[in-house]
């Protein structure tokens, strides 16, 4: 029992000096992450020749602006969204599209609650809701990234899945890539699904932001988180059946 209480005095001190170091004036400006997300393709049948050639993981990079009041999380317009691959060879032709959708997040800071933009076959979706409080555990665990000093955060999922997110409070924005959100400082690097995504901030501006660049996805048909899900769902496993055997063109989705 005295260890704990002393292991927890200890992350009081650390934390609380954290926090007096925050810079009150870096409340507006621009992060840059990049995004790493592991790839597991199965091939059957003649494509499976081809799975030693195909890419191990995917990486992207996206940014994020935002002021102390709203955040919105968006690819990069310079990076192309799609790559093609094609491989020939035993008689066989293996065809593969990644497509990155044009996937928005606008986060209101102060109320929690976000309007996300999503792209799927060709159709738009706009998806709102509110950022669940209290789901984040901060572990005491520390780190520097990017000069900054930053504490671990945990959440847990209903299958168990964990995600770690590495906030710093000395940039007092409760704000983050993607949905990784709502800590007291902005989120500098997160961990999800065993390692499978890694999100990590490569640069950060702090410059005044045109508030014309900080407006909510107003395209789209409006639909539920879990009626989203659900499209994706049932029109993978469609394509599943399609393309499952004897090959075609395979297309993956990739949801950041």
Not at 25 to 45: Q, T
Not at 123 to 138: A, C, P, S, T, Y
Request: aromatic residues 8%.
């Amino acid at each position: 029992m005295k260890k704990i209480l002393l292991s927890s005095t200890l992350f009081a001190i650390c934390f609380g000096s954290f926090a007096q170091s925050g810079d009150t004036s870096a409340k507006e400006g621009k992060v840059v992450y990049e995004d790493v997300m592991k790839l597991e393709i199965v091939l059957e049948g003649a494509a499976a020749q081809f799975a030693d050639q195909l890419p191990k993981e995917r990486r992207s990079t996206k940014e994020l602006i935002f002021n102390e009041n709203v955040s919105l999380y968006q690819n990069i317009k310079e990076e192309e969204s799609a790559e093609d691959i094609a491989m020939e060879g035993g008689g066989a032709m293996f065809q593969m599209k990644m497509m990155e959708p044009d996937n928005r997040l606008f986060l209101d800071i102060k109320k929690l609650k976000v309007v996300e933009k999503q792209e799927f076959m060709t159709r738009v979706f706009l998806i709102e809701g509110d950022i669940k409080q209290g789901e984040w555990k901060v572990t005491g665990e520390q780190k520097v990234i990017l000069d900054y000093p930053c504490m671990q955060a945990v959440k847990e999922n209903e299958e168990g899945e964990k995600t770690f997110a590495w906030f710093t409070p000395s940039i007092p924005v409760a704000t983050g890539p993607s949905e990784y959100v709502g800590l007291p400082g902005l989120v500098l690097q997160v961990e999800s699904g065993d390692g499978d995504r890694v999100l990590t901030a490569k640069s950060i501006e702090f410059t005044e932001i045109d508030k014309k660049l900080l407006v909510k996805p107003k395209k789209g048909k409006k639909v539920t988180r879990e009626e989203f899900d659900d499209i994706v769902a049932k029109k993978m496993e469609e394509m599943g059946a399609e393309h499952g055997e004897g090959g075609g063109t395979f297309m993956i989705h990739i949801e950041r």
